[in-house]
């Protein structure tokens, strides 16, 4: 994704894989007998680690307090 990144996209996807507020990154790994599929996806927490989760037959419901880049609660 990084090459040829300033001529397609700005450095965008430059610029999200160096930033300096990422604290994890995901990887996901899927595979059959004919594809093969790797996903890479750098993280920063957004929420408050206190989240709480309802759910019922039809619907899901996450409620978390939203973070700002520092990792302090904004209010």
């Avoid at 899927?30 to 920063?44: I, R, W």
């Avoid at 957004?46 to 419901?61: C, L, P, R, V």
Wanted: contains cysteine; positive net charge.
């Amino acid at each position: 994704m990084i090459y040829d990144n300033a001529k397609c996209c700005t450095d965008g996807h430059k610029n999200n894989t160096l930033d300096k507020f990422h604290t994890h990154v995901s990887l996901g790994i899927a595979f059959n007998k004919y594809y093969f599929a790797m996903v890479q996806n750098l993280e920063k927490y957004y929420f408050d680690s206190a989240y709480m989760i309802q759910k019922d037959k039809e619907k899901t419901k996450l409620e978390a307090k939203i973070l700002n880049q520092n990792n302090i609660v904004l209010r």
